[in-house]
């Protein structure tokens, strides 16, 4: 399955959609990257690193990240690692790390499952 990282300044925010997506694709490999590391707001290299480590397989992984240097410090981690497969996708990271995580959870591939999570930014609420 593609692993899904969300990455947030809050780390109860990566949490909440963390606990979001498990209510619906639990099993899904999804890990959470939130806060400084320091337990305040703010960005962590280690953290967001871990995160896409733990869930880390060659199906590949895809990350989404909530602002700022959400996304400079993922892009610096992902450039480190030099893994092939890992995206950082441009999506709301509710909406976007639930329609991710249910498209890993039905088997899709790296492309559909970056997708699902792209098409999210444009779903309407109502």
């Known amino acids: 399955m593609v692993g899904i990282v969300i990455v947030s300044h809050s780390e109860k925010l990566a949490e909440g959609v963390l606990d979001a997506t498990k209510i619906m694709a639990d099993g899904c490999p999804i890990a959470a990257a939130g806060g400084d590391g320091f ?3 703010g960005t962590s290299y280690d953290k967001i690193k871990n995160a896409i480590e733990s869930v880390y397989s060659e199906d590949g992984v895809v990350v989404l990240v909530d602002m700022g240097s959400a996304v400079m410090t993922a892009e610096m981690v992902i450039e480190e690692l030099g893994f092939g497969n890992v995206s950082l ?38």
């Open 89 to 126: 996708i441009d999506s709301p990271i509710a909406e976007g790390a639930i329609a991710a995580s249910l498209s890993s959870f039905c088997g899709d591939d790296l492309e559909a499952v970056k997708q699902a999570a792209l098409l999210a930014k444009n779903d309407p609420k109502w």
């Open 39 to 41: 337990g305040g707001y």
